[in-house]
T-cell receptor, first 116, second 114 residues
């Protein structure tokens, strides 16, 4: 069974600085997707960034980028130039469509607070 | 992206009653999912709903308690039956766009059972 681990329950960062959220996962699959979702207090789950395992290049979306280390099964999220609106719960998630299970497996989340 | 709406956005229900949550997507999707998020927790998959077939339930969730309908490719309902306070959670609908490898979530339904 696939598992996703987020080892940082809470983190804080000063506005305009950079923060990295950690995520590790465990799987025997070779082809899969990894995601970071943001959930503000309004509770809407927002897809921040995704990475396909077969792609060696790290995904980037504006201020958000990932460090994908397939061999180490690590998928960290870097937020540059942090903004107050980045304050939210961040969930790392894994999906292996070819594994027979279509479900998205989530980590427990990291609560990020951006301080002014 | 996908535009997903859920009704109701929140409700307060009495113990022993049932609530049906609706999920509407702006375009056809093959796979729809229902998740539960208990207070302060991560998301747990309840079931996968494919059009034209019975929903597939995860361990710990049963059809009698969480019946699901999927009448077409843009709509699904989840019913929470015979509710107890332990059912107080946020229930989220989600869709998978296999072609783009992206999964999106609705705004959620906040259920409180008294």
């Amino acid at each position: 069974a696939q598992t996703v681990t987020q080892s940082q329950p809470e983190m804080s960062v000063q506005e305009a600085e950079t923060v990295t959220l950690s995520c590790t996962y465990d799987t025997s699959e070779n082809n899969y997707y990894l995601f970071w979702y943001k959930q503000p207090p309004s509770r809407q789950m927002i897809l921040v960034i995704r990475q396909e395992a077969y792609k060696q290049q790290n995904a980037t979306e504006n201020r958000f980028s990932v460090n994908f280390q397939k061999a180490a099964k690590s998928f960290s999220l870097k937020i540059s130039d942090s903004q107050l609106g980045d304050t939210a719960m961040y969930f790392c998630a894994f999906k292996a469509p070819q594994g027979g299970s279509e479900k998205l497996v989530f980590g427990k989340g990291t609560k990020l607070t951006v301080n002014p | 992206s996908a535009v997903i709406s859920q009704k109701p956005s929140r409700d307060i229900c009495q113990r022993g009653t049932s609530l049906t949550i609706q999920c509407q997507v702006d375009s056809q999707v093959t796979m729809m999912f229902w998740y539960r998020q208990q207070p302060g927790q991560s998301l747990t998959l309840i079931a996968t709903a494919n059009q034209g077939s019975e929903a597939t339930y995860e361990s710990g969730f049963v059809i009698d308690k969480f019946p699901i309908s999927r009448p077409n490719l843009t709509f699904s309902t989840l019913t929470v039956s015979n509710m107890s306070p332990e059912d107080s959670s946020i229930y989220l609908c989600s869709v998978w766009r296999g072609r783009t490898g992206e999964q999106y979530f609705g705004p959620g339904t906040r259920l409180t059972v008294t």
